[in-house]
């Protein structure tokens, strides 16, 4: 992207006031991966890397977001992330500078296991978080509010059946989609979560090891939430292979519900899939949806 540093001397300036050294781009690359910003890895003349994504000069609050939630993470003294360095906005385009991790390595899928834990471990008197985010490039509401399926049924299920309305969702799915509304209790018959710091879009792209072999998390839609919620989207993609869940439940057991809800909890990522790249997702949710109906019927 060309014109990705137009205008370079803004994010040096950044680098410069928030890390208190100068600081100056020798050198500049695209890094792939990313559906919705642009990334790329920067070299100082000092031989410092850092990563920075940009994108348009009105989502900086997306970036903000971004780095409170790196922030959040770190403080749980789990599983590491990148520290946040700075965010700005410079003519044209916001962006967020990130410390530079190499995540080239290969760990112990127990090991990161066992820090999420700690992680999830880290909890809060409220469901929600002190500002709202985004999942992909859709906003996420996080209120705080007192009640899980109260959460889960207004900023999470209700939000995205709303903006699938709009996008142009089949009727059979929005029918099944606020049946499943009205059926949330049903899922949680002798099961009360906790309020746990949730990473928010834990799949197998936000995560890598570094060469050192320790666990990397990154790029997150962070809330204070129910841990099954981030484990079943571990599940969505691909899976984190036997290791990690044996891991897991080693260390904190998930309920034996958790078989039926994860699915419930995936519903809000494919209709979040739906309402960014449409296509099949939709026909994808209301499977989910009806499988999840099956459960409760």
């Given amino acids: ?46 031989n410092k890397d ?17 780095a409170a939630g790196l922030r959040d993470m770190a403080t749980a003294n789990a599983v590491r992330v990148p520290k946040p360095i700075c965010t700005g906005v410079t003519e044209s385009q916001a962006f967020i500078v990130i410390e530079y991790l190499d995540l080239g390595g290969r760990g112990s899928m127990s090991d990161f296991a066992k820090q999420l834990v700690q992680m999830h471990r880290s909890s809060n008197d409220r469901f929600g978080w002190h500002r709202d985010n985004t999942i992909g490039s859709t906003p996420q509401i996080n209120a705080w509010t007192n009640e899980w399926l109260d959460f889960w049924a207004e900023h999470r299920l209700g939000y995205q059946l709303d903006l699938a309305a709009r996008r142009g969702i089949s009727s059979s799915a929005l029918a099944k989609g606020e049946a499943l509304q009205t059926r949330l209790s049903d899922f949680f018959s002798g099961y009360q979560p906790e309020p746990s710091l949730l990473h928010g879009d834990l799949w197998s792209g936000n995560y890598g090891f570094l060469r050192s072999g320790e666990p990397v998390i990154f790029d997150p839609a962070t809330y204070y939430g129910d841990r099954e919620a981030d484990l079943a989207m571990t599940e969505l993609f691909g899976g984190f292979g036997g290791d990690f869940y044996a891991a897991y439940n080693a260390s904190w057991p998930l309920d034996e519900g958790y078989a039926v809800r994860k699915t419930l909890y995936n519903t809000y990522h494919i209709l979040n899939h739906f309402n960014m790249f449409g296509g099949g997702y939709g026909s994808q949710a209301e499977s989910m949806m009806a499988r999840c109906l099956a459960e409760v019927s």
Avoid at 13 to 39: E, K, L, P, Y
Avoid at 50 to 66: G, P
């Fill in 1 to 46: 992207m060309s014109g990705a540093f137009m205008n370079k001397q803004d994010i040096e300036s950044a680098i410069s006031a928030a890390t208190g050294a100068t600081f100056q781009i020798d050198s500049q690359s695209h890094v792939g991966g990313g559906d919705i910003n642009t990334a790329m890895k920067i070299n100082g003349t000092d």
């Fill in 50 to 66: 850092y990563f920075i994504k940009l994108n348009s000069a009105n989502l900086l609050d997306m970036f903000e977001a971004e």
